[in-house]
């Protein structure tokens, strides 16, 4: 299993090259970059042509806002910069922000976001050189590529496509038509074993396709320390994302897969009087426990390998501090051992 980082809030483009540095020099086998306050496709450039065997992806750009063609055309030129390093991960954003923010429409996203997948593949066709621009669909159209736009073949010219998927459609779309899919950090594993997976084995049964041909990512939070203050600090962090991530509604299926589904009724109201405080004082050790991995140095490889082993091809702490080089080197040593064959 390979271990991976993963940018929560993203990276601004001045840093991006140096948290690349480290996160190579950690051991980690891929960086991804988050579009929250920075454009990820920016840092993923700096990150990849600062380093020589880190993979480095968008994990995730906003699709809607984005034309296709803007997304392929990013896409290709850091495929080529990262010689095949770079993967393009995609996501949908919640309505009100695509509405809100990014002023563009969000009608039928599964429905939107199959079609963005297959004119990425045929735009990435055309600039190979395969076949003409000809693609015609109910949200996108495109027709015209003369060569003075084209920026013809590249050597990796296999642009791996992963979304991130939290609802029924998208992960059935992620089986059926992506590389790869990014899971959400707020899951269990009795979540992924009895929800989530198998929506994805669907997806790919429907469309004929091997399940193995996708990638899952989790990215997970993890606690890690020498000492158990240490650990419980950590802890008490990932009880104030949980809290804040279970008040929207659409991570109650989470939490009902453990009986807890009127805790996220509880948060949500919580939320809406401004009561944060109140909100963590719900997230009992218990869910901690399930949401979340916590262990020692010596022992969170195989914490990780015991909880992921079975469910995901990739594993990304949410946020893992590259901030010291002592720390940099305990995550080395985790990335060692999960790249060590699992027990049989």
């Not at 600039?127 to 996108?140: E, I, M, T």
């Not at 959400?184 to 994805?200: G, V």
């Not at 929207?248 to 807890?260: I, L, S």
Request: one cysteine or more.
């Amino acid at each position: 299993m390979d271990l991976d980082c993963y940018f929560p809030d993203g990276l601004a483009l001045s840093a991006a090259a140096a948290a690349a540095r480290a996160v190579e020099q950690a051991g980690f086998a891929a960086m991804w970059i988050t579009e929250t306050r920075h454009n990820p496709f920016l840092a993923c450039g700096a990150a990849l042509t600062a380093t020589r065997r880190l993979r480095a992806g968008t994990g995730i750009a906003v699709a809607f806002p984005r034309s296709p063609m803007i997304t392929a055309q990013a896409a290709w030129d850091l495929a080529e910069a990262g010689a095949g390093r770079f993967v393009l991960g995609l996501g949908t954003q919640v309505k009100a922000h695509v509405t809100g923010r990014f002023s563009v429409p969000f009608d039928r996203p599964a429905a939107r976001m199959r079609e963005y997948v297959a004119a990425l593949r045929a735009i990435f066709a055309a600039f190979s050189g395969q076949a003409p621009l000809r693609f015609d669909g109910d949200f996108y159209r495109f027709s015209l590529l003369t060569d003075f736009f084209n920026p013809g073949p590249i050597a990796w010219p296999q642009v791996p496509v992963w979304i991130a998927a939290v609802g029924p459609a998208m992960l059935r779309l992620a089986g059926e038509c992506c590389d790869g899919v990014f899971l959400h950090p707020l899951h269990s594993a009795r979540y992924l074993r009895a929800t989530a997976l198998p929506m994805i084995d669907a997806g790919a049964r429907a469309a004929a396709r091997d399940r193995a041909a996708v990638t899952v990512c989790c990215p997970a939070f993890v606690a890690a320390g020498d000492t158990e203050a240490e650990i419980a600090r950590q802890r008490a962090g990932i009880a104030r994302q949980i809290a804040f991530y279970g008040s929207t509604r659409t991570y109650r299926p989470v939490f009902e897969a453990h009986g807890w589904g009127e805790v996220t009724a509880d948060l949500h109201a919580l939320l809406a009087r401004g009561e944060t405080r109140a909100m963590t004082a719900l997230i009992s050790a218990e869910m901690l426990d399930a949401f979340s991995v916590s262990a020692t140095w010596d022992t969170l490889a195989a914490g990780l390998a015991g909880r992921y082993g079975a469910l995901a091809d990739r594993v990304a702490p949410y946020g893992a501090d590259l901030s010291r080089p002592a720390i940099r080197e305990r995550w080395q040593d985790v990335a060692a051992r999960l790249a060590r064959p699992l027990p049989q």
